[in-house]
């Protein structure tokens, strides 16, 4: 399974956006770099996944760079409800371990006022 | 995004007991549901992958007759932590995946404490 690389921790001020980067040299052709985020106590919330090309959804924004080793998180307003664990993950198809997720250590980060 | 269920959320039991847990995918239908693990300030640990209608399989490590796993439906998985012991205290999570196969979300978790 590719490996990916993240800080263990950032700060991000309230109102501004939180970039959260992710290193998955190591990723192959065919695996998907999924974001998710735990706030404490819960479960794991999905936030957005991608395999090649930028995406965009109601929550955040995924940069992911053209030789697909690296990737970018943003949260354009974060939120004091922002504070998680978020989690950069590289998931294989389906049809290979039936798209099992395996979970790093992650990076918390904290949203100031 | 599709709603996963989990229950009960919390659970306290004796040491030598067996504790059942639930988890429902609520509106959709789900032919794998997985099984996490997570200790205090520890990442989620996959313990097993949980396929309707036939056997789970269990990441390396993982007890199989210890934890054991039914996935009898399209919507429900069950995880039986049979003899339980102090050490098996841990927040249990599962998830689902979505029915596209794209997404897995996550049930809310149950936290076990054997005492």
């Known amino acids: 399974d590719a490996k990916t690389t993240q800080p263990p921790s950032m700060d991000c001020a309230e109102g501004r956006a939180a970039n959260l980067p992710c290193n998955h040299s190591t990723i192959s052709g065919n695996e998907y770099v999924y974001w998710y985020r735990q706030i404490h106590s819960q479960g794991p919330q999905y936030i957005i996944h991608?395999?090649?090309n930028n995406e965009t959804n109601e929550m955040a924004s995924l940069i992911i760079t053209e030789d697909r080793k690296s990737s970018t998180l943003i949260l354009p307003h974060a939120t004091l409800r922002d504070t998680a664990v978020y989690y950069c993950?590289?998931?294989?198809?389906?049809?290979?371990?039936?798209?099992?997720?395996?979970f790093g250590q992650g990076t918390e980060l904290s949203v100031k006022p | 995004g599709a709603v996963v269920s989990q229950h009960p959320s919390w659970v306290i039991c004796k040491s030598g007991t067996s504790v059942k847990i639930e988890c429902r995918s609520l509106?959709?239908?789900?032919?794998?549901m997985f099984w996490y693990r997570q200790f205090p300030k520890q990442s989620l640990m996959l313990m097993a992958t949980s396929n309707e209608g036939s056997k789970a399989t269990y990441e390396q490590g993982v007890e199989k007759d210890k934890f054991l796993i039914n996935h009898a439906s399209l919507t429900l998985s069950t995880l039986t932590v049979t003899s339980a012991h102090p050490e098996d205290s841990s927040f249990y999570i599962c998830?689902?995946?979505?029915?596209?196969?794209?997404?897995?979300?996550f049930g809310p978790g149950t936290r076990l404490l054997v005492l």
């Open positions: 998830s689902a995946l979505w029915e596209s196969g794209e997404t897995q979300y």
């Open positions: 993950i590289v998931r294989p198809p389906i049809y290979n371990q039936g798209g099992k997720l395996i």
């Open positions: 991608g395999l090649k």
């Open positions: 509106d959709f239908q789900a032919t794998t």
